[in-house]
């Protein structure tokens, strides 16, 4: 069974602080791995990672995967409340076809306070 | 641009009442649909993709049932709610790995 976690769970920091969210995985056949962020409702597609070692970058977010160690990490630097929000990490596994199914962890929160 | 609807946005339900929820997209074709469940506190468990019009794959065994009568259509349905089924039920579109949430039911069963 896929397996993903993320830690924290939860994190409360003050606005300019930078924090470092952490996703790790145990999938079989991985192809690709997913960071997303729920605000209220929907959850928004932040990164796709693919290949270990390059980061893949978005403004004040930044994106790593060592997919010899099976982990991700997702970087905010100088954070603004906006930025307050559950930050779910996916994998996908290869299952051949046009079959993507993702596989998430639990999520962090983090509150971003002035 | 593609967007996805959901509806309703909230429902509440007693047990052993029957349910639908309709999703559909708008601006793409024959995108990969699916249905997810948020419970608080967990993240997001995959119930029911679907890769075509008709072809509907299940990932955990349930009380709830999917069906894609048109290509950009996909309903989530129950013929008698569970207290367990409550909780925030989330439609995405996917065209490759990358996938693209509706708005979302929340779902609360009395």
């Known amino acids: 069974e896929d397996k993903v976690v993320q830690s924290p769970l939860s994190l409360v920091v003050h606005e300019g602080d930078t924090v470092t969210l952490n996703c790790s995985y145990e999938v079989t056949n991985f192809r690709s791995l997913l960071w997303y962020k729920q605000e209220k409702k929907a959850p928004t597609f932040l990164f796709m990672l693919?290949?270990?070692?390059i980061e893949k970058k978005s403004g004040r977010l930044s994106s790593i995967l060592d997919k010899k160690e099976l982990f991700s990490i997702l970087n905010i630097t100088a954070t603004q409340t906006g930025d307050s929000a559950i930050y779910l990490c996916?994998?996908?596994?290869?299952?051949?076809?046009?079959?993507?199914?993702?596989?998430f962890g639990k999520g962090t929160l983090l509150t971003v306070n002035p | 641009s593609q967007t996805i609807h959901q509806w309703p946005a909230t429902l509440v339900q007693p047990v052993g009442s029957p349910l639908s929820l309709e999703c559909t997209v708008e601006?793409?074709?024959?995108?990969?649909l699916y249905w997810y469940r948020q419970a608080a506190g967990r993240g997001l468990q995959l119930l029911f993709y679907s890769v075509g019009i008709g072809q509907i794959s299940s990932e955990v065994p349930q009380n709830l049932s999917a069906s894609r009568p048109q290509d950009r259509q996909f309903i989530l349905s129950s013929k008698k709610l569970l207290l367990s089924d409550s909780g925030f039920y989330l439609c995405?579109?996917?065209?490759?790995?990358?996938?693209?949430f509706g708005p979302g039911t929340r779902l609360t069963v009395l």
């Open positions: 693919t290949s270990s070692g």
């Open positions: 996916a994998v996908e596994r290869n299952s051949g076809g046009s079959n993507y199914k993702l596989t």
């Open positions: 995405a579109w996917g065209q490759g790995a990358e996938q693209f």
């Open positions: 601006g793409t074709s024959n995108p990969n």
